[in-house]
């Protein structure tokens, strides 16, 4: 994870802040979500991540929404139910 101040160069938001997570710290991020939520999945699965736009520079745009996949072989509980 990257912390890091903006204080010289405003970008569209103005100075700030700014946190970067790589992919794997976005996963963990969704599954403690998840579990704090209910949500318990056993098993391999695929996390998509969409934007709300693209901004041509190689920049993704605000994150749009995510859909989880989990693999036939793997188990998803929610508030103790499997779900089929």
């Known amino acids: 994870m990257k912390i890091y101040r903006d204080r010289k ?18 996963a963990h991020a969704i599954n403690s979500y998840l579990y704090a939520m209910d949500v ?11 934007t709300s736009r693209y901004d041509g ?7 749009g929404g995510v859909k989880i ?3 036939p072989s793997g188990h998803v509980l929610h ?3 499997e779900i089929e």
């Open 57 to 63: 520079d190689g920049d993704l745009g605000l994150c």
């Open 9 to 26: 160069a405003p970008t569209e938001y103005g100075k700030g802040t700014h946190i970067e997570l790589d992919g794997n710290e976005l």
């Open 79 to 81: 508030d103790g139910d």
């Open 40 to 50: 318990y999945i056993d098993g391999p699965r695929t996390v998509k991540i969409f």
């Open 69 to 71: 996949y989990v693999d």
